[in-house]
């Protein structure tokens, strides 16, 4: 060991040996523990707030298409022809051929 080692283990041995300070808080029990826990994680992903508006988006979009589903299906709409009107233009078509 060169002499900065040596040095280093002789000043931890005082701190383990020297007792704690009359003004220094006490930590609760499991600290160190979660401390170290925090540090071992790794940090959320930076597009995890964009997933979750995606995902929202997504949930509206479906919510649209099926409303206009819906709408069109249930016949809804005022541009509804009526099968004898299509017959009579198809028997004035034929007729003028």
Known sequence: ???????????AAL???APPAAD???LPPG?????AALAATTPPAP????ERFALRGFVAATACCAA???????????DITDESDL???LT????LS
């Open 1 to 11: 060991m060169n002499r900065f080692d040596q040095d280093w283990q002789k000043l």
């Open 15 to 17: 701190a383990r040996q």
């Open 24 to 26: 220094e808080p006490t």
């Open 31 to 35: 600290f160190a523990t979660r401390v």
């Open 47 to 50: 597009w995890g707030g964009l």
């Open 68 to 78: 206009a589903v819906a709408y069109s299906y249930f016949g809804h709409s005022t």
């Open 87 to 89: 017959d009579d233009s």
């Open 92 to 95: 004035e078509f034929v007729a």
